[in-house]
């Protein structure tokens, strides 16, 4: 098992809430350190996909009740929304016996459904934290370049070759495609809903073009914008909205998007190996967005994300504006010297921010002009988990 982040910062957060809900993506393994944690609590795994757990739960409050002094996991807790009420009563039962924290841990792969149903019941009683796919330092020191073209479902990274990695992600996305969006409400027929995600990933880090997808589908533009939330919302998606300023000029207001696991991208995009991604022309774009999820995965709670870009072309890849107000912007580049445009210089004008870099295909640190660092992906990780620390 590759150690993970998230496992520190989840006991940490049991120790501190009676609830907590742990948020990804399918098969990126979640149940695997819910259930690490649940040796270190005593817990109890419950599958609410499993009909035999489900029957246990016929009369929550009574078997829960029974659990008190367990650490109680329950998986896919989006599924049996009605749960929530009776977890809400056991928590406060729980708090008068004395039991005020680590009572459970809820497991669901759709966040924003999973946090409006649990925040409205449990407002106060509940933490949340959101698991990603590996990332760059929890894969180190292993070759970067391997995680970028498998992506970070441990299941497809860890296989024996690219082709049986590929294998894996051709099933997994098969079964969302089959399985978990018609569950999330898609009246879409699976093909369709495949060609909107491989259209999306041709355009992997464009600007998006709800009409242009509408008719290349030949399907309305509220449908088309309904299964873009919904991949937003299972954590497949990432719409990386505007940096909106007063700069008096023309800005670009259309969110960004982004197939958040590389891994993905490739196979949807028919990419089996370093070089056929190499003379791919999304290998930029696919750089890119791997970038961000990697940067995105280490910065502090509250952290807002932008990328800003004018009609002139003034752009910048990445802001990050932390709850402290500080700005940070990042330029990504792939190769191993990496220039700058004009049009970043004058992004940075614009921006106005405190510390700006330039993310590349190398390890080492230097300045490029004044102000502005040329770092490598880990370093730059290393120092955004810096700034979370007290």
Known sequence: ????RAFAQ???????????????????GKTTLAQACGREFDGIYLDLESQRDLRKLSDPEDYLSAREQHLVILDEIQRVPELFPSLRGLIDEGRKNGKTTGRFLLLGSASLELIQRSSETLA?????IELNPLDALETAPAPVHVLWLRGGFPDSYLRESDAESSEYRDFLIRSYLEREVPLQGSRLAAGKVRNLWTMLAHSQGGIANIAALSRNLEIDGRTVTAHL??????L???KLQPWH???GKRLVKSPKIYIRDSGLLHELLGIGNLEALAGHPVVGASWEGFVIENLLSCVPPRTEAYFYRTNAGAKIDLILKFRTGEIWAVEIK??????LTKGFHSALAD?????SFVVYGGEDRFKLKPGIEAIGLRPLQVELLALAKP
């Open 10 to 28: 989840t006991m940490a957060l049991l120790g501190r809430f009676p609830a907590v809900a742990l948020v990804g993506a399918r098969q990126v």
């Open 229 to 234: 939330d919904l991949l937003e919302n299972m």
């Open 334 to 339: 792939r190769g191993l010297s990496p220039s």
């Open 236 to 238: 497949l998606l990432r």
């Open 351 to 355: 921006v106005n921010p405190g510390k």
């Open 1 to 4: 098992m590759i150690p993970r």
């Open 124 to 128: 106060g009683r509940i933490a949340y």
């Open 245 to 247: 300023a007063n700069v």
